[in-house]
């Protein structure tokens, strides 16, 4: 008997779990496990680049929705610019084997060669004043020095930790403390304060207007920008922007907040979609000693036919992507390309991404690797039927699924569907809808290409599609060559209007029309072009 995909197929530890700022800086294997995409090195580099620039920029927010991996990105940039975290070597290695300019760079600016690099400073926000929450996470991060006898002062100093300290003092302690710990005795190069969930201080301030200073962060923020030779770098994770979190408050305060963003460098966080292909292939593995590629050398011709017939990104090179769909597997490579569309349209991210990946949730891809075998791949009829398995309820709510709701309807009531138009319907229905937010596109060509295969034949499949055609199930769109799941009224209006430009030909003259009831005019250029 077979073996099933589950036993062929994993996926990676550490995908799906989240992180948490303050726990997780302790565990070494977090920082090895981080996939550092190209768009996280380049904003790790804009960060690095503007601690020492002619006019520094030291205070960030990275805004971006659930699970997009800001948190894990924060983590990884305190593993880097400090030696005191036990994943620093991990971290510094990683980002060393990918892109050594980089690594020299972060090493420079954090002074690595001759102190310990930043203080890390890693905060969990919690519903609570946000001074409270920088409290907290200060007084644990110099906790955790306490045979640092320099900074004993700061952990014995009453005022810096009492509640009702007010913000410009508490950031007078501060500065103070970056002074300190730049000296050869603290020997530090500056601090890296991250705050992550900062949306739940903002939270609590926004219900709170009495108890929460938001105006603590803009002190923080000029402070950072102005700390000279004692950096502070300063970044604030957020889903929204701050005057989101005011939406209890009058339009002015929530403008005011706004201005305290301001004096923040916004990063808006959020991977492109050929990052996210990379991420998905990235989180599957094989025990096989054997590329499960070369064992089924249909997955290697599946993913040659997907760059012949264009299905790569434009940004993506033909081969790479070649290589990506084969390392994807048991992903069809239109399911590779389309998932990332998926979850943005969802308004979801990359967590939900891989727990589409991890969980058993109904017709996903951990029931798709129990129920078959290799080389079996998860194709986008499959994906539309985990869509409408789990999310119709949520979409419907919302009115953005009519698409998915009309085919599911259509599917319903014609029991009777050879299994070639049952796949085709649901295909069309899935790239139409992701075609407002992508360039798949619902051709023959692309239809033909994603259900290819060992079940449907070129000509099964033109047939099925002209038999959908001929029941008004699709339409074929002439102007963009695309078919679409009917959604019009039982008249062929196309069929109507050539019937009746047959019966007027001969009959009627469109310009002797025009010519009779709107005469040219002469018109001069300039006169014309001045009105």
Known sequence: MSQTLASLVRLRPNRTRSVHLERDLSRDTLASEYVLTAQARRW??????????????????????????????????????????????????????????LARKVNDVSRLATTC?????????????????????????????ENALSLQPFLNDETLWAPDIDSRSFVAKVDALLQLLVTPAANFSGMALVIDELGKPLEFA?????????????????????????????????????????????????????????????????EPPTQQMWLLANALETDAETPLAEQYPIIREVAAQAVAYGWYPPLMNPAEFEGLCQLAYPLHPSALVA??????RLAQNERSLFAFLATLEPCGFQEFLARNTAPAMLRLPDLFDYLTANYLGRLHASMRARTLIEASERLASAPDLSSEAVAIMKTVALLNWLADGSALAATEANILFALRGDDFTDEQLRSALHWLRSQSLLVFR??????????????????????????????????????????????????????
């Open 44 to 101: 790790l580099e804009r960060i690095i680049d503007q601690v020492h620039a002619p006019y520094p920029v030291r205070a960030w927010t990275l805004t971006g929705p659930y699970g997009s991996g800001k948190s894990m990105f924060g983590l990884f940039l305190l593993n880097l610019t400090a030696q005191i975290t036990t994943g620093h070597e991990q971290a510094t290695q990683q980002l060393q084997k990918i892109d050594s300019v």
């Open 478 to 531: 002439r102007f963009n060559g695309t078919y679409a799941v009917w959604q019009g009224s039982d008249v062929d209006i196309e069929a109507q209007i050539e019937l009746a430009q047959q019966r007027l030909t001969g009959m009627f003259s469109l310009a002797d029309v025009v010519q009779a009831y709107l005469p040219p005019q002469p018109v001069v250029a300039r006169r014309h072009s001045d009105q």
């Open 339 to 344: 998932i990332p569309h998926l979850f943005r």
């Open 206 to 270: 926004g219900a709170h207007p009495s108890q929460g200073d938001i105006y603590l962060l803009q002190e923080l923020a000029e402070l950072a920008n102005r700390s000279g030779a004692a950096p502070l770098l300063f970044i604030g994770i957020l889903h929204q922007g701050f005057e989101r979190y005011a939406g209890l408050l009058d339009a002015a305060t929530q403008r005011e907040w706004a201005k305290v963003q301001g004096r923040f460098e916004d990063i808006a966080f959020q």
């Open 117 to 145: 690099g930043w203080l890390p400073v890693p905060i969990t926000g919690y519903r609570a004043p946000l001074q409270e929450c920088i409290q907290r996470g200060l007084w644990q991060a110099l906790l955790a020095q």
